[in-house]
């Protein structure tokens, strides 16, 4: 079965780092563009960037550009998505998701994680 | 970046009705070569991840019932529920992934009973 497995919620205070985490399986891990997607409370999709795991080429929205890394260990087949330097207006849900075709970036996803939680208050 | 605008933000439609919704692109996201829209439609029930409806603008995916479709090309696109269930209610997304990052996303549109 192919899914994407997220990490747990993440409660944070501002100014402190986070990565968190999502574990692909039942696939080809190096050959799907994988993705994040921002979803704040009550609110719709923003689409944040994707990640070739292959060759880790690494497309950002210009929004999120400098604010977020996003990266992936191959030997764990795992996705990341990291901050620096964490603000109240990171608070969200972030969602990791699968392009639907193999080695495909102008794609739509086709496999969601779960979705992790990221709550950044003092 | 191309912006995407749905219509309506909300509706509702008595069972077994049919439910129509909009998206609007602000360019172009056929590609002339393979004559292919870049539109996805997606569902998110509450407390869930989206999930793929729709892709290429009209090719809906495996498992997803026959009552959704989609239609359009270039900039005007149209999801339709031809016969509405209880377990449609949910928020429904469109998304172009046609240029340079940000793929972006509609605002939303909730369907209720």
């Known amino acids: 079965e192919v899914q994407l497995v997220q990490s747990g919620p993440e409660v944070k205070k501002p100014g402190k780092s986070l990565k968190i985490s999502c574990k692909a399986s039942?696939?080809?891990?190096?050959?799907?563009?994988i993705g994040w997607v921002r979803q704040m409370p009550g609110k719709g999709l923003e689409w944040m960037g994707i990640i070739y795991p292959d060759d880790s080429d690494t497309k950002l929205s210009p929004s999120f550009q400098g604010r977020v890394t996003i990266s992936v260990d191959r030997s764990i087949s795992t996705a990341y998505l990291q901050w620096s330097s964490l603000q109240a207006t990171d608070t969200a849900i972030y969602y990791c998701?699968?392009?639907?075709?193999?080695?495909?970036?102008?794609?739509?996803?086709?496999?969601w994680g779960q979705g992790t939680m990221v709550t950044v208050s003092s | 970046d191309i912006v995407m605008t749905q219509s309506p933000d909300s509706l509702a439609v008595s069972l077994g009705e049919r439910a129509t919704i909009k998206c609007k692109s602000s360019q172009s996201v056929l590609y002339s070569p393979n004559n292919k829209s870049y539109l996805a439609w997606y569902q998110q029930k509450p407390g869930q991840p989206p999930k793929l409806l729709i892709h290429w603008a009209s090719t809906r995916e495996s498992g997803v019932p026959d009552r959704f479709s989609g239609s359009g090309s270039g900039t005007d696109f149209t999801l339709t529920i031809s016969s509405l269930q209880a377990e449609d209610v949910a928020v429904y997304y469109c998304?172009?992934?046609?240029?340079?990052?940000?793929?972006?996303f509609g605002q939303g549109t909730r369907v209720e009973i």
């Open positions: 039942g696939y080809n891990f190096n050959k799907y563009w």
């Open positions: 998701a699968r392009h639907l075709r193999e080695d495909s970036w102008d794609d739509a996803f086709h496999i």
């Open positions: 998304q172009q992934y046609y240029s340079s990052p940000p793929k972006t």
